[in-house]
């Protein structure tokens, strides 16, 4: 009933980039705050090993009086903690046919953490922006090649976005000190944004006077119809809602099996764009409201639950949600070159009354 | 120059594995202790989520006195903390050809761990094993369907194995308490074997007159030349060196740049068999002896290093370690039914003097 996402074979080199770039295993939905090791992660290049005691960030561009911090410098500001959902602009590119050959994420490509660090803003207040800045960019220490260029990964933010208050540099997750792997000792962190817009291995945050031509702005990271097309860039998450799995798995198929009766289904729903505002199960294709519950935080998933009188039989079980804003999840996935922000509805396979 | 360990494509099934089962990315061998969340990871079922509170771990069968004990009364007992090295039994499968369908690990399925938890035998001697038997079973709370039949995941020990003073029940992993997908709240750990051994999640130790013939040990995990050979199990880890890939990756190819020069390339060894006591690195075919450091425990991989003067141009770096008891890692993979044990030589090409 339900198919593959792609009956397209995968390539070594998409092995190569699934085997780096771990993906949140549905299950972890159960957690409000998913534990490390659990939460996605998507690293362009290799993950460097920084010292934190020669680490500095540099402040610099259009800006009236350029920064230099250390760590310590950064850790004596304002400090927050805010719990973000966050997801890659890749995640459902699996789904899409034909597949765009990258990262082939299927659908688990998110993860919720409570961050810890100082507003992006405060730091440009005490830079002082100049008249005529219209955005910021960021450089990480991560170094790679990439569309045949030879670069430190780096992306831009529209002023207006970057000042915003949730914007953070982010020094902690979960209280914990940030993990290597997540951007060690310190990252941008955009709520509501993809994820390749909180730039890991922060090192440089240039505030210029015209927009970035930088590949990960330029090349990457645009919506595009076709490669003639320029496209419009990748900004704010989607409309999206994920079921953890009901029952249990085969090792193999990831076939789900349940015994017959009823069964609460729950899962997580998001969006970068306006708060989640409802969300649906669907059965077999018909459509019941679930119960949404508090999200930790403006910019964090909602659980939710629906009970399902499980029948003995094979059954397909969908979900989507819905934004106050009317973002609302497709069922059938709309293509782009680079397989961006595919939000199409998840659907499971089960097996009511099965060997488990 | 170097070819891709498989040329047949991946399917569906392999990818949803991929995506599930985290692979260490290779620069994370520069860490002695692997950080977590970068610690490879192998979930036959899912990631249970348990309430530490209603937790017990029984210990039954053929002893004198069956246990239950809460988390509680496990910490108040010895507690050791261990540096171990792991490695999935998996490791090197896609190297095969043909590749046997399963979790499609390349290299990286390993990670070290400072494991902290109490001594097996302590626990067996407060039960008191009973004349007669022969081997102890470990059972999780994962559950699902493999091989067609629905089972929790357990694996057994033979009798003196599970005696081995190095054998613990393991509750903090680097300094935290064991995250979710480690196995929290408590998992067994076999320092030496491959981590199917190590069970998760343990709920169940029970000692036997028998040997175990559930899925795990007589299905699953054996060495076999075809499906009509009953095989041999897989026990104890095979020697294996890998190096970090040097200089900087291709984003898609992961192909490896650098400037002309000399570069010290660096790796980690270890074998579950007897210490490693001879790397050597391989560049273009001519094998150079390397470097190696002390081990943080008898259980844990070796740091090496080695110098090599890049010139220009394309070249296969390779490298690969002995053991005291004389284990070697073949040039060619030895191919098996379920591709168990693959430690043929890794290779990487490197472009000198490229973009980056």
Same mark, same amino acid.
């Given at each position: 009933?339900?198919?593959?996402?792609?009956?397209?074979?995968?390539? #070594?080199?998409?092995? &190569?980039?699934?085997?780096?770039? #771990?993906?949140?295993?549905?299950?972890?939905?159960?957690? +409000?705050?998913?534990?490390?090791? %659990?939460?996605? %992660?998507l690293?362009?290049?290799?993950?460097?090993?920084?010292?934190?005691?020669?680490?500095?960030?540099?402040?610099?561009?259009?800006?009236?009086?350029?920064?230099?911090?250390?760590?310590?410098?950064?850790?004596?500001?304002?400090?927050?903690?805010?719990?973000v959902t966050m997801e890659c602009a890749g995640n459902g590119r699996?789904?899409?046919?034909?597949?765009? =050959?990258? &990262?082939?994420?299927?659908?688990?490509a998110v993860?919720?953490?409570?961050?810890?660090?100082?507003?992006l803003?405060?730091?440009?207040?005490?830079?002082?922006?100049?008249?005529?800045?219209v955005e910021v960019v960021f450089?990480?220490?991560?170094?790679? $090649?990439?569309?045949?260029?030879? &670069?430190?990964?780096a992306r831009s933010l529209p002023l207006a976005d970057a000042l915003a208050?949730e914007v953070?540099?982010?020094?902690?997750?979960?209280?914990?000190?940030?993990?290597?792997?997540?951007?060690?000792?310190?990252?941008l962190l955009v709520p509501g944004w993809y994820g390749m817009t909180s730039v890991?291995?922060?090192?440089?945050?240039?505030?210029?006077?015209?927009p970035f031509t930088g590949y990960q702005n330029q090349e990457s990271y645009r919506i595009r119809r076709?490669? +003639?097309d320029p496209g419009v860039p990748v900004t704010r998450i989607a409309p999206r809602?994920?079921? =953890?799995?009901?029952?249990?798995? +085969?090792?193999?198929?990831?076939?789900?099996?349940?015994?017959?009766?009823?069964?609460?289904?729950?899962? @997580?729903?998001w969006s970068g764009r306006a708060p989640?505002?409802?969300?649906?199960?669907?059965? +077999?294709?018909?459509?019941?409201?679930?119960?949404?519950?508090?999200?930790?935080?403006p910019f964090?998933?909602?659980?939710?639950?629906?009970?399902?009188?499980?029948?003995? !039989?094979?059954?397909?079980?969908?979900?989507?949600? @819905?934004d106050e804003a009317g973002g609302?999840q497709?069922?059938?996935?709309s293509?782009n070159v680079g397989g961006y922000a595919n939000n199409?509805?998840?659907? =499971?396979? $089960?097996?009511?009354? !099965?060997?488990?």
């Amino acid at each position: 009933m339900t198919e593959p996402p792609s009956t397209a074979a995968i390539s #070594h080199e998409e092995l &190569q980039l699934a085997a780096r770039n #771990h993906a949140m295993p549905l299950e972890a939905l159960r957690w +409000d705050v998913t534990p490390i090791g %659990l939460h996605y %992660l998507l690293t362009h290049y290799d993950v460097p090993m920084l010292d934190p005691s020669a680490f500095r960030l540099e402040v610099d561009g259009h800006v009236e009086r350029p920064l230099s911090l250390g760590i310590d410098d950064l850790r004596m500001r304002e400090t927050v903690t805010s719990t973000v959902t966050m997801e890659c602009a890749g995640n459902g590119r699996a789904g899409l046919a034909p597949r765009p =050959v990258s &990262q082939p994420w299927l659908l688990e490509a998110v993860g919720t953490g409570e961050w810890t660090g100082t507003p992006l803003r405060g730091l440009l207040a005490d830079a002082g922006i100049r008249d005529g800045a219209v955005e910021v960019v960021f450089e990480g220490a991560d170094r790679g $090649v990439e569309g045949g260029e030879a &670069q430190a990964y780096a992306r831009s933010l529209p002023l207006a976005d970057a000042l915003a208050p949730e914007v953070l540099l982010a020094w902690g997750l979960n209280g914990h000190v940030l993990p290597p792997q997540h951007g060690f000792p310190l990252r941008l962190l955009v709520p509501g944004w993809y994820g390749m817009t909180s730039v890991k291995w922060l090192t440089r945050i240039t505030v210029t006077t015209v927009p970035f031509t930088g590949y990960q702005n330029q090349e990457s990271y645009r919506i595009r119809r076709d490669e +003639d097309d320029p496209g419009v860039p990748v900004t704010r998450i989607a409309p999206r809602a994920l079921m =953890v799995p009901p029952g249990v798995p +085969d090792f193999m198929t990831r076939r789900r099996f349940l015994p017959e009766g009823r069964v609460t289904v729950e899962g @997580r729903a998001w969006s970068g764009r306006a708060p989640v505002v409802a969300v649906e199960l669907g059965v +077999d294709g018909e459509w019941i409201p679930a119960r949404l519950e508090r999200a930790s935080g403006p910019f964090a998933w909602r659980r939710w639950t629906a009970e399902w009188d499980a029948a003995a !039989g094979e059954h397909e079980l969908s979900c989507r949600c @819905r934004d106050e804003a009317g973002g609302e999840q497709p069922l059938e996935a709309s293509w782009n070159v680079g397989g961006y922000a595919n939000n199409a509805v998840q659907r =499971v396979a $089960v097996t009511v009354g !099965g060997p488990a």
